[in-house]
């Protein structure tokens, strides 16, 4: 081992995250037994028999692990098939798969902007569309939270030639929504291109349950959307909806799609068989939203703010980052898994836990967790 200062930089910061009690961890792996708030997989289908019956059946006649990426060479007819699904679901011309949500964000972005580029970025847009900028070179122009005035005074000061507006459609943290229609009116007025992410919608929102473009009328007005196959759809992946001139740029310039070994045969079977499940059952999400929005009144009770969350994800307001720690190891040992999430992850002062509402929270099991929290708070 060297000397090098970059072991002393190393142990500091992580010495200063244990002092301010900001030290990440990776949870242990937990049985079945618990109530599981914590996961994305909203609409359950990780655990689906039917979306697993028909993943099998696509995997059946030939088993294919990942071996290249894709300009390589195309290793499984179910990319096309996966595209395909994703175009005809989004109503879009097509659609481009990636490895991740975060490949195709960061992808994406690199690829879209130059220096040239002013990107107006909502302050609360995922940690993925803040690192695309930056790779990019792009300058980013962070506007307040849902800020429509503020983002106008921005764009109306801005000299840039070229310049996008990327949101979040639902924000992964708080569970509140973008107003998209008003951004899509500022974009027309300043010539704006529009890129939006849908990570935390799809699945959810809109007659076809294809996200919150659909729902609020905006899907033919916003330029890319993006969206990422480990949420809802609980498989792995992102993908564009994209018109074909933008699939062609993106294939020929986006370094995570290039350069990246493309996903193995059984994830591109799962992803295709829940989206297949999803388009046959798109009132689900209503229904979610429904029992969200019990749990939220709920909380309101117990005398907790959840912010301006109106979606499946409940943030539940902490006064400080020991409480929040508190509240979650109490409902742990109670058998209920729930997230502390604390600065850096949210803005200082905001630590809170998530409540990641998922189909099959009874209301008896709401109604158990709320009466664990109400316990928690009388022992105070
Ligand atoms: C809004 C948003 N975009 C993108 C991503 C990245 O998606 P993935 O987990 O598929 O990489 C996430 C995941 O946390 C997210 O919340």
């Not at 995997?59 to 595209?83: H, I």
């Not at 798969?97 to 490949?103: E, I, P, R, V």
Request: proline share 3%; net charge neutral.
């Amino acid at each position: 081992m060297t000397n090098s200062p970059i072991f002393d930089r190393i142990h500091r910061a992580i010495e200063q995250r244990k002092a301010t009690m900001q030290l990440r961890s990776i949870p242990q792996y937990t049985d079945n037994n618990f109530i599981d708030l914590s996961t994305n997989s909203y609409l359950s289908l990780h655990c689906n028999a039917s979306v697993l019956e028909n993943a099998r059946a696509l995997t059946s006649q030939k088993y294919y692990g990942n071996l290249a990426s894709r300009l390589v060479s195309e290793q499984s007819p179910l990319f096309s098939v996966l595209e395909q699904e994703i175009a005809s679901w989004e109503q879009t011309e097509c659609a481009l798969l990636f490895n991740s949500g975060y490949a195709a964000n960061v992808g994406i972005l690199q690829a879209l902007c130059t220096k040239d580029t002013e990107v107006f970025c909502d302050r609360l847009n995922h940690a993925s569309i803040y690192d695309g900028i930056i790779l990019s070179g792009a300058k980013l122009n962070r506007y307040r939270h849902c800020d429509m005035k503020e983002l106008e005074e921005r764009l109306k000061a801005s000299c840039s030639k070229e310049k996008l507006i990327i949101t979040d459609t639902v924000f992964s943290m708080d569970g509140d929504r973008a107003p998209l229609a008003d951004i899509c009116t500022l974009a027309k007025k300043y010539n704006c291109l529009i890129m939006v992410d849908e990570a935390h919608a799809s699945g959810i929102f809109g007659n076809c349950a294809n996200g919150l473009c659909e729902e609020d009328g905006v899907s033919d007005f916003v330029d890319i959307r993006m969206g990422t196959l480990s949420k809802s759809i609980a498989g792995l992946g992102g993908y564009c909806a994209v018109k074909s001139e933008f699939r062609d740029y993106f294939i020929n310039f986006c370094r995570s799609f290039i350069y990246s070994t493309a996903l193995p045969h059984p994830v591109l079977a799962h992803n295709i068989s829940a989206i297949r499940f999803i388009r046959a059952n798109p009132a689900s999400g209503k229904q979610l939203l429904s029992m969200a929005d019990s749990f939220r009144t709920g909380l309101h009770e117990l005398g907790f703010s959840t912010l301006d969350s109106t979606t499946q994800i409940v943030p539940c307001l902490m006064e400080s980052e020991e409480k929040a720690l508190s509240l979650s190891a109490f409902l742990r040992n109670n058998g209920i898994i729930v997230p502390a999430i604390r600065p850096p992850t949210v803005p200082k002062g905001t630590a809170r836990l998530r409540f990641s509402i998922f189909l099959g929270l009874t209301a008896d099991k709401q109604h158990y967790i709320l009466e664990q929290i109400k316990k928690w708070k009388s022992s105070l």
